[in-house]
């Protein structure tokens, strides 16, 4: 059973990147990527502290976008102890681990962010995830050490795959859509509203594009629900195709011109 991504996101420290490594590997976990990260996962330092879980450092991924690090992933999970100003599914380790234990089982692919050491993650991220995986500690001091987060999860999932047994789902004709896809989808939507003009105020554009991804990330979507929602955009926003033509005349009069 295919297990979830752990997704580190401006890791300052290697010796938490090595750390989080044997974590991992002590749970069968070894899929790490790493977003703009701060030092080499490979350090010394890190190789350290990962106490023989090499293999997880090496293959370790580095991407310069959360956006690029979950693009292949179905479902993707926060973890954060802070309150935002935004609806999220707020899962406990265990509650989480359950729910992946059937994701894995139906095929999707699941990723858990963690956000920099030192103020963990932003908004922007938090928007692109489905819900929000918290550990119930003092409330009056509550901040865990990475790697000490990322054992949490991975144990309760190592604990919940082995009470539940393998099973075989037949695939249907439809498939969730990737983060990819609803990346996708939301650039487009974002296109189409700036071309309508509903960002009147630029300061609150960034604020209006978190509540939107939100609200979409909260949803699991079907690749085939993505690719209509995208074709109803834009029927609603070129009710009579005339941009489409124009579009196609100036891609053929570009082409057209290149070849003399």
């Known amino acids: 059973m295919i297990g979830p991504v752990i997704i580190l996101v401006e890791s300052q420290i290697p010796q938490n990147i090595g750390k989080t490594a044997r974590a991992m590997l002590n749970c069968e976990l070894r899929d790490l990527r790493l977003v703009r990260p701060l030092v ?29 690090a979950i693009a292949d992933l179905h479902r993707v999970f926060s973890t954060s102890a802070r309150h935002r100003d935004m609806v999220e599914l707020q899962l406990t380790p265990k509650k989480a681990a359950d729910l992946f234990v059937t994701m894995v089982q139906e095929n999707h692919r699941v990723g858990v962010l963690f956000g920099p050491e030192r103020a963990g993650l932003d908004n922007e991220d ?110 609603l926003s070129d009710p009579q195709g005339e941009r489409a033509r124009m579009t196609k005349r100036r891609l053929q009069k570009n082409e057209k011109e290149s070849e003399v």
């Open 40 to 68: 080499d996962p490979c350090h010394r330092d890190a190789r350290a502290l990962a106490a023989g879980a090499d293999e997880v450092l090496e293959n370790a991924k580095i991407f310069n976008s959360t956006a690029e």
């Open 126 to 235: 938090v928007a692109l995830c489905e819900g929000n995986i918290y550990v119930p500690v003092n409330p009056q001091f509550s901040s865990l050490n990475l790697a000490q987060a990322v054992l949490l999860i991975a144990y309760e999932w190592y604990q919940a795959k082995t009470q539940f047994p393998e099973m075989t789902f037949k695939k249907g004709e439809t498939t969730l859509a990737t983060r990819e896809e609803l990346g996708g989808f939301l650039m487009h939507l974002e296109q189409e509203l700036d071309y309508a003009g509903y960002f009147r105020a630029d300061h609150k554009k960034p604020k209006m594009l978190r509540t939107i991804h939100n609200m979409f990330s909260r949803v699991p979507l079907t690749s085939q629900e993505v690719r209509t929602l995208r074709g109803i955009i834009s029927d």
